[in-house]
């Protein structure tokens, strides 16, 4: 039997830590937000500045394939947390807002997201660099696409 460890590439490293962030915050939305998952929070998180969004966008920034985005916007319709609307810039288009619901329950979640932050970044020491690093990276390989 070898010794040696397997090679931990970065993208191993960071799939890695998102696994484990992921279950974390699902674990504390569970607990003190019954029901709400971390997509849904992702959704309401995204709809928080009452803009409205496309469910391009949503998906995009949910990071959910598009027909599992429209089942997640149809849940959310159903508990009144969220509502669709058309564009008035596009009737062809929907844009999909909080319900004031859908707002108490996102400034809820908001909540427990800060506190489980706040955690990973004193874990990290200096998390905000490593969230700009981060966040950079993201940008570079969206430009590659």
Not at 47 to 58: F, I, K
């Amino acid at each position: 039997m070898s010794t040696t460890k397997p090679q931990r590439d970065l993208v191993h490293l960071l799939s890695r830590a998102e696994h484990l962030a992921v279950r974390r915050l699902a674990t504390a939305l569970e607990a003190e937000v019954p029901g709400c998952s971390v997509e849904q929070w992702r959704a309401l998180a995204f709809l928080a500045d009452g803009s409205g969004r496309t469910m391009t966008e949503l998906a995009d920034y949910a990071l959910l394939p598009a027909p599992t985005a429209t089942k997640l916007i149809d849940r959310l319709v159903a508990d009144n947390l969220v509502y669709r609307h058309p564009d008035p810039a596009d009737r062809r288009r929907v844009l999909v807002y909080l319900t004031e619901r859908g707002t108490a329950r996102q400034r809820q979640a908001a909540a427990v997201v800060a506190r489980v932050q706040e955690d990973l970044h004193a874990g990290l020491g200096d998390g905000l660099a490593l969230a700009d690093q981060l966040s950079a990276l993201g940008d570079a390989q969206v430009q590659k696409i």
